[in-house]
């Protein structure tokens, strides 16, 4: 990674203000899971530790136009403050005199929590102004908040025009695993795509085919290949506009491609559905394809067979529903036995592993689910290409 992290910066008896991804699950005002709150402590307690107080700044869902407390970030506050055996303070905004004041009277080791970016229309328009009075908060800006570096919005992007800019460790982190699947990747290396939609992953099919030795496709956007090829897949979701991209894809890389040969299949979508393993050249009529079935896992184990690295960006079935899960967590349980850097883009595949049983058996668990899919595209990413280069 060529950007600057928070350790090629002097931080002492700075105001360090920071964007983290606090957009954590809540239910009756407190926080569900806070596996993202945890992800951002080696960076907090890396800046306190150097004599520095932390203004900590993060989006929470989607409130409509203006403060709801609903969207209140003061629960992701107590918990964070819970995790670091020390007080957090919490400001009434993200901006303004009040916020101001108390940054300034921050001493060092201190944290203030500030409220909500998106109370303000602003923030997701990029604008320079609210992120201008964001930036006057501070006197450095550390992001690490991978999960929001692909949205140019004032706390991601537009703030660091203003402040001296570094990475924190989990954008560091985010960075160096998800760049050996784009930038100089060990082979063999195997990526693997499922998902619904091959639409919604075109590009990251094209980048990951000039990387990899071969790619693993499932889930729904398996169905669509299959259809390419001219089998009928009956009911299975199948996107009829990407057929021809699909047959253009195997046109020029069949032989580095590999699809279900057999599938769990149902007579409804639908978790009591009635199900059969059948080869997929056999699915009957009113009947559709939820999950791979076990030939199709024995071919996945036999191609990861010695590999060096697995990329995996989306389930290969329906695993929210436990008939149709068997062969994502049995293709979790495959790459944390395989001996090779695995590296889970986030969204479903990091829930996926998690409920496998298997995430700490990961190289790399990605935090950002859109983020990871841009980063895999090949895209700049907006928070990432405004940081300092080293």
Not at 71 to 79: D, G, I, M
Not at 240 to 252: G, Q
Not at 304 to 323: A, I, R, T
Request: aromatic content about 4%; overall charge negative; some cysteine.
């Amino acid at each position: 990674m060529n950007k600057k992290t928070v350790k090629d910066i002097d931080l002492k008896g700075k105001r360090v203000l920071m964007r983290v991804d606090f957009n954590v699950p809540m239910a009756e005002g407190k926080v569900t899971d806070d596996k993202r709150i945890k992800a951002a402590l080696p960076t907090i307690k890396y800046v306190l530790e150097q004599g520095a107080s932390v203004l900590l700044m993060s989006h929470l869902g989607r409130p409509k136009g203006g403060p709801d407390p609903e969207f209140s970030l003061k629960a992701a506050s107590e918990a964070l403050a819970a995790l670091l055996g020390n007080p957090v303070k919490m400001a009434p905004d993200c901006v303004g005199a009040e916020v101001e004041k108390m940054a300034k009277e921050l001493k060092p080791g201190e944290v203030l929590m500030l409220e909500n970016t998106r109370f303000h229309k602003g923030e997701e328009k990029n604008d320079l102004d609210l992120a201008k009075q964001m930036a006057a908060l501070g006197e450095v800006y550390v992001n690490d908040a991978f999960g929001s570096a692909h949205r140019a919005h004032s706390s991601t992007e537009g703030v660091a025009r203003f402040l001296p800019a570094v990475s924190g460790f989990l954008m560091e982190q985010e960075l160096e695993y998800l760049g050996r699947a784009i930038a100089n990747p060990e082979h063999p290396y195997i990526a693997i795509l499922g998902g619904a939609k091959i639409s919604d992953k075109i590009l990251v099919v094209e980048t990951l085919l000039s990387k990899c030795d071969k790619l693993i496709i499932g889930g729904g956007m398996a169905n669509t290949f299959l259809a390419a090829k001219g089998l009928n897949m009956q009911d299975s979701l199948v996107e009829e506009a990407s057929i021809e991209t699909a047959k253009s894809i195997l046109a020029k890389s069949a032989d580095k491609l590999i699809l279900p040969v057999d599938a769990v299949i149902a007579d409804k979508f639908d978790a009591e559905a009635n199900t059969q393993t059948v080869d997929v050249d056999k699915i009957p009529a009113g009947w559709r394809m939820l999950d791979i079935g076990p030939k199709t896992l024995d071919l996945y184990k036999a191609s990861l067979s010695g590999v060096k690295l697995v990329v995996w960006n989306g389930p290969v079935g329906v695993f929210e529903m436990p008939k149709f899960a068997e062969g994502t967590f049995a293709l979790a349980k495959l790459l944390a036995e395989s001996g090779a850097t695995t590296v889970i883009g986030g969204g479903d595949s990091a829930s996926a592993v998690k409920k496998a049983g298997v995430a700490k058996q990961m190289t790399h668990v990605s935090t950002g689910g859109g983020a990871s899919l841009e980063f895999l595209e090949g895209k700049e990413l907006p928070g990432v290409a405004a940081l300092l280069d080293k």
